[in-house]
C-alpha cells in the first residue's frame, strides 16, 4: 500500500455509517420536536471560542481536557467542552436582547480529549435545555416534566431522582462540617460508583466514625418520596425555603400525575457542579446500570463570568451517546439501512430521463424512492434493494412512464403486474 | 466591568439567536427530506482529523486557511475545512461494507481560517450530497435533477450551468495550451468575477492573442444548450464521450421536463478541483449576483490519497449560508421568534403544577404550548406572547384543569370565554 495514506479516525473519534446516522437522527428529532412542543427555541454557538471564555480564571479538570490551540492570528482558542458554557456567555452577551424566562434547547457535538479506556468518547452530543431569567419553582418543575416526556417519547421509562443542594448544606453547616462541603460532595457523589462501605471509609477520614454515619444516613432515601423529605428536613435542622420547593415540586407531579416517575434521593450532589439549588439525574428503569441519561440543576448565576447581573436559572442535559448504548443493549433503538421503502429498478441504463420522471411522482406524494442507476440482473436489483431496506421494487417496462408497471413485493417474494402509479401508492 | 470576561466570539464566527437558528433549521429540514425522497442516506464524520488525511501531500492554499494544531497525545491534527475530504477517507475506509452505487448526504459544519473580509465566515454549513461507485449518466442526472428540485422545494427558482471538463481539456490539447491548462482553468474561472476584457488580457499572456480569442469563443455560451454543444464540439475537435454524456443528460432533462432550470456554460469549470467530467454551478434566478449556490462535478477518483481501488462519483454541495443571504434579501426566509402558537398566562404561581397538566392536553395533540412561569400583570403577558410570535394565550381560571377557560386572539385583540380544551383545539 505504499503511497497510500492509511484512512482511519483518531482515538475517541467516530465515524456514523448511514444505520447508525440514521438511528442518530431519528433520537435528535424526536428530542427537538419534544422541546418544540413546550415552546422552547434553538440557538447556536461557534464550536470554537477565546479560551479565556471557556476555561475562565482556571480549569482544573476541564483544562486538561479540553482541545486547546493557537490560532493563524495568534488567539488562544479551544473546542468548546461543554454547551452550558458558551450558554452563559451567550445570555450574557445577548442578555438586552432576549426576552426572559428564555427557553432554549441546543443539541451540538462538544470535545473532550478524555482518558477513552472508560468508554468514553472525545467527541459526543449533547442536548441542552434550560429555562434562564426566573427562580420560580415552575420553572424547575418545567424542566423535570420535559425530561420525563422527552425521554417516554423515545420509549424510555425513567426514574428521576432529584434533591436539592441547599438542605445538603444546610445539614453539613449544622453538622460543623461547611467547610469540608466540596471534599464531601466528591465523595457523595461517587457513592453508585465505589458502593456504600468505601464510600463511609472515605468520609470517615474527613468527619469522624460519627460524622461519616451522620451523613450515610443523610444520603440514604427512605420509604417514599415525602419519608424522605421529613428525614433530611430533620437531619437539616428543619423546614426552609429548600424544603418548602420540594414539597410545592412533589405537590405539582402529583397533579400532573407523573408523581411516579420521580425519587427524592439526598446522595445526589452532581459533583462540583454551579448548581445552587434542584439537582437531578435521569435512570432508564429497564439499565439504571449505565448511569444517568439525563442530569442537570438549578443554578444562581450562570453568566457570572461574564456579566455583573446574576442571572439566575434551571436546565438539563442529555447524554445521547449514553442514551443510545442503552437503548442499543435493549433493542429498542430504530435503526434501518435507508429512508426509502421503493426502488425503481434500472432495466436499460437508457431509460436513465424517464425512471426518475416515474420516481418524481412517488417523491411529489411524500414517498421517498429511489431509482437504480446500473443496469444489471433483476435478481441481483432485488438484492441490492432489500440490503437497504426497500421492501418494494417497481420493474419499468419498455415505456416506464406509460407501459403498466410490475411491482415486485420484496418480503413476499411475489410480483404483481399492470399497475399504475395510483395502484403502487396504494400497495405500499 | 473589572473582573467580568468581556463575552465575544471570534472574528469570522457567529452565534444564532432563535429566528435565525430557527430559520436556518427549517432550511436544513427541508433540505434533509428533500434528499431523503431520493433515497440518500446520511453519515456523519469527526470534526477533528489526523492533519495528513485532510491535507494528503500538501495542501496549498487550504493549508494555509485549515485549523492545524497538536493535541495533547502529540498527534497533528485539524479542523475539517470541507466534507469531501472526510467523505473520500470514508468511502475508502469501509468500501467493504457499503453497497454501491452508495448515496450519501452529509450536513455538517467546516472550519477555513479565511480572509473575513470579503464576508466570508471562518465557520459555515455545508450540506453536501454524492453518488460513488458509478460512472452512470443517470447517476450524473440524478444529482442534477436533485440540486434543482430540493432548491425549489427551498421555493427557489434556479439556474443550474453545466459544463464538461472533458470537452475543455480536448479544445485546450486541439490548440496545443493542453500543459497551460492549469493556468488557464484558473482564469476562466474567475470570468465571472474580473469580466470579459480583464479575462482576455490575462489569456493573451499565456495564449498569446490569437489564443486568447479562440478561448474567449469557446467559452462564450451560444443561444441554447444544443446550439452551444454543438459550437464546443466542433472547437474541440469533434465529438467524444464527453459531448454524448452532455447530449444524454439533455435528453433526460427534456424527459423529465426540467430542460428550463439548465444551461450550458463552457465558462463554468470549478477552478482547480478534482473534477474530470460534467460540472456545474447553481445560480438564483432572482439574485443570480450572489454567485453560485450549489455546485459540484464529477470525479473519477475520489479516494485515490487512501485507497488503490479508484471509485469514481458525481456529487454537489449547497452553500447553506449564501443561500440564507440571498433568501433573506430576498425576504423568502421563514423566520419566526418560536414554535409555539400557544401560551398559558401565569396567574397564581402556585398553578404552576395544574397549568402544565392543561398545557400537555395540546402538546399531545402535537400543539406546541408554552406555559408562562411568572406572575404578572395581563397586559405584560399579552405583549411577552406577542413579542415570542404566540398568536393566542390561554387565561385559566381558578381550576385550570376543570374551569372553563379564556382564549386571547393575540392579533384580534379580543378574548373569547367559557371554552374547553377542545373549543380552542378547533379555534387556533
Known amino acids: 500500500m505504499a503511497n497510500v ?67 493563524k492570528g495568534g488567539r488562544d482558542v479551544a473546542l468548546r467542552f461543554d454547551l452550558t458554557v458558551p450558554f452563559a456567555r451567550f445570555v450574557a452577551q445577548y442578555r438586552e ?37 426566573s427562580s420560580s419553582p415552575a420553572a424547575d418543575f418545567e424542566i423535570l416534566l420535559m425530561m420525563r416526556n422527552t425521554l417516554r417519547a423515545l420509549g424510555a421509562e425513567v426514574s428521576i431522582r432529584i434533591n436539592h443542594r441547599g438542605i445538603f448544606n444546610r445539614f453539613l453547616k449544622n453538622r460543623g462540617l461547611a467547610e469540608r462541603s466540596v471534599e464531601i460532595l466528591r465523595i457523595v457523589d461517587k ?11 472515605l468520609l470517615e477520614e474527613i468527619a469522624g466514625e460519627g460524622g461519616a454515619a451522620e451523613i450515610l444516613r443523610f444520603i440514604t432515601p427512605g420509604e417514599n418520596f415525602e419519608d424522605t423529605l421529613r428525614s433530611v428536613s430533620e437531619l437539616a435542622g428543619g423546614e426552609s425555603e429548600d424544603t418548602e420547593r420540594l414539597k410545592l415540586l412533589r405537590g405539582y407531579m402529583i397533579e400532573t400525575g407523573i408523581a411516579d416517575s420521580f425519587a427524592f434521593d439526598p446522595s445526589i450532589t452532581r459533583g462540583l457542579d454551579y448548581y445552587t439549588g434542584i439537582v437531578y439525574e435521569t ?23 461574564y456579566s455583573k447581573e446574576a442571572i439566575p436559572g434551571v436546565g438539563s442535559s442529555i447524554g445521547l451517546d449514553r442514551l443510545i448504548a442503552a437503548m442499543e443493549n435493549s433493542g429498542r433503538l430504530r435503526s434501518r439501512p435507508g429512508y426509502a421503502r421503493l426502488a425503481i429498478a434500472c432495466l436499460r ?5 424517464v425512471c426518475q420522471a416515474l420516481a418524481e411522482q412517488f417523491r411529489q406524494r411524500g414517498i421517498a424512492c429511489e431509482v437504480f442507476l446500473e443496469e444489471g440482473k433483476l435478481t441481483k436489483q432485488f438484492m441490492l434493494a432489500e440490503k437497504k431496506g426497500e421492501g418494494w421494487l417497481i420493474i419499468p417496462g419498455d ?30
Open 5 to 71: 495514506i492509511e484512512p482511519k479516525v483518531l482515538k475517541g473519534f467516530r465515524d456514523f455509517l448511514p444505520p447508525a446516522e440514521i438511528a442518530r437522527r431519528w433520537l435528535i428529532e424526536k428530542i427537538e420536536a419534544s422541546f418544540r412542543l413546550y415552546g422552547f427555541v434553538p440557538i447556536d454557538t461557534p464550536a470554537l471560542e477565546y479560551t479565556e471564555i471557556l476555561l475562565g480564571k482556571g480549569g482544573g479538570e476541564t483544562e486538561k481536557q479540553v482541545y486547546r490551540f493557537t490560532d
Open 97 to 133: 436582547e432576549l426576552s426572559f424566562p428564555f427557553k432554549r434547547y441546543h443539541i451540538a457535538k462538544v470535545w473532550r480529549g478524555e482518558n477513552t479506556q472508560r468508554g468514553r468518547y472525545r467527541e459526543f452530543t449533547q442536548c441542552d435545555f434550560d429555562i434562564v431569567g
Open 191 to 201: 457513592l453508585a460508583k465505589i458502593g456504600r462501605d468505601e464510600t463511609g471509609k
Open 283 to 305: 435512570f432508564l428503569r429497564e439499565d439504571p446500570s449505565i448511569g444517568s441519561v439525563c442530569s442537570g440543576g438549578r443554578y444562581d448565576n450562570l453568566a457570572a463570568l
Open 349 to 353: 441504463e437508457d431509460q436513465g430521463g
Open 399 to 428: 415505456d416506464p412512464l406509460h407501459s403498466p408497471l410490475t411491482l415486485r413485493d420484496l418480503s413476499k417474494r411475489e410480483n404483481r403486474e399492470g399497475l399504475s402509479v395510483e395502484d403502487i401508492v396504494s400497495l405500499i
